[in-house]
């Protein structure tokens, strides 16, 4: 069955860079686009960035700057990376996957709470 | 860049009662997709396409819409509806994925 599961430092301090791993069960990674949704506590959610099933990347303009992408097909798993954190960027942060243009994030992994603090 | 607001921002209703959700949209486009997420879980894809129901959604969920006004309707609701609803919208062109800030829907 698809699973998506996000992994990562519960923990990240201020200005330091983030790095969190989806790992992907059930579904090639060169088949689908996989995406990073983040959560701030209680509040709604924010589209980061996404992988495409060939490679290409594309990421939300208000994050371009601090965020990046890759992936291991060979272990399925996509990566995200985002520097200098500030405590503004504390929530959960989820991965989630594409089926089609139209059927955007059918399945979601659990989100993995990251809080930025010193 | 689409913006999407939905409203209510929160709302009660009373089991059996018709609930309707609404989402926005800064200029038209060509279809909504909604999200279910309950507290502490993590979102379900709801409805796709403005009007299909993802696997296993109840069929007193609908959804409706067009150009920029689309809706979510709960023909009867029922406690295990709580949860809170958000729309959204993909723009092509940079490739940008919106979603509205939500709607909390509570049992009256």
């Known amino acids: 069955q698809v699973q998506l599961k996000e992994s990562g430092p519960g923990l990240v301090q201020p200005s330091q860079t983030l790095s969190l791993t989806c790992t992907v069960s059930?579904?090639?990674?060169?088949?689908?686009?996989v995406h990073w949704v983040r959560q701030p506590p209680g509040k709604g959610l924010e589209w980061m960035g996404r992988m495409r099933y060939n490679g290409d990347t594309s990421y939300n303009s208000a994050l371009k700057s601090r965020l990046s992408i890759s992936r291991d097909t060979s272990k399925n798993q996509v990566f995200l990376k985002m520097n200098s954190l500030q405590t503004d960027d504390t929530g959960t942060y989820y991965c989630t996957r594409a089926r089609t243009t139209v059927v955007l994030f059918d399945y979601w992994g659990q989100g993995v709470m990251v809080t930025v603090s010193s | 860049e689409i913006v999407l607001t939905q409203s209510p921002t929160t709302m009660a209703a009373s089991p059996g009662e018709k609930v309707t959700l609404n989402c926005l949209a800064s200029s038209s486009v060509s279809y909504m997709n909604w999200y279910q997420q309950k507290s502490g879980a993590s979102p379900k894809l709801w409805i796709y396409g403005t009007s299909n129901l993802a696997s296993g959604v109840p069929n007193r969920f609908s959804g409706s819409g067009s150009g920029t006004s689309y809706s979510l309707t709960i023909s009867s609701m029922e406690a295990e509806d709580v949860a809170t609803y958000y729309c959204l919208q993909l723009s092509s062109y940079p490739p940008m994925y919106t979603f509205g800030a939500g709607t909390k829907l509570e049992l009256k």
């Open positions: 059930g579904f090639s990674l060169t088949s689908y686009n």
